[in-house]
């Protein structure tokens, strides 16, 4: 995968946290990174069009950027916004008292986060709106150099967390110095910083 190219999807999977599912995004991220393109690239593809998430103008030339096919008749059926809707989540630094224990996955994120050049581990506990498909969760945000690799640290801490707990929480990697969309800003102003270097 080329530089621009794997800019690209970086870029396309931090804008549509929030809007597509978490198993998505991550599914996406995980591919790239491990450079299943063609793979990747259908499951991106897929995934709006399963979700009917709606792309702007902006993210869909960097779809076409992305996809090994830019005349896929898949991307046709990738229905389009004007605007990229606002966050559909509201986001607490404690759960619900219903809400499961988050303190198995902070130490698997913990001890893991600095392998992957993070920064700062924070969580914090999103709430969907009553219109919003995806479950309550916790989620993480990593911070991480500019020069670190969002899509393989991505990759890296979802598959420690599921091999050592067999937990899916979404996580969300994020460098520093970078514009946030949205829904990482909210979810950063709200979030509890669980480990930092």
């Known amino acids: ?21 978490d198993d998505a995004v991550g599914a996406v991220a995980a591919q790239f990174a491990a450079g299943e393109v063609e793979l990747a690239s259908s499951a991106l593809l897929l995934g709006l069009v399963a979700e009917q998430v709606a792309v702007t103008a902006a993210e869909a030339v960097l779809i076409r950027g992305i996809v090994d096919d830019p005349n896929d008749p898949v991307f046709a059926e990738v229905p389009h916004a004007d605007l990229a809707p606002p966050p559909a ?16 996955a902070d130490h698997v994120l913990a001890a893991e ?30 911070q991480v150099a500019p020069e670190v690799d969002e899509l393989r640290a991505t990759a890296a801490l979802r598959a420690k967390l599921w091999v050592r707990r067999q937990e899916k929480w979404p996580i969300e990697v994020v460098a520093d110095g970078g514009l946030l ?17």
């Open 1 to 21: 995968m080329v530089v621009a190219q794997h800019v690209a999807v970086a870029e396309v999977t931090r804008r549509l946290s929030g809007r597509l599912s």
């Open 181 to 197: 969309p949205p829904y990482h800003a909210a979810a950063v102003t709200a979030a509890r910083q669980i480990w930092s270097s």
């Open 89 to 104: 989540h509201r986001f607490s630094p404690t759960g619900p008292p219903e809400a499961p224990d988050p303190a198995g």
């Open 113 to 142: 986060a600095a392998l992957v050049g993070a920064r700062r581990v924070r969580r914090a506990w999103r709430e969907p709106l009553p219109d919003a498909p995806h479950p309550p969760a916790w989620v993480y945000l990593v």
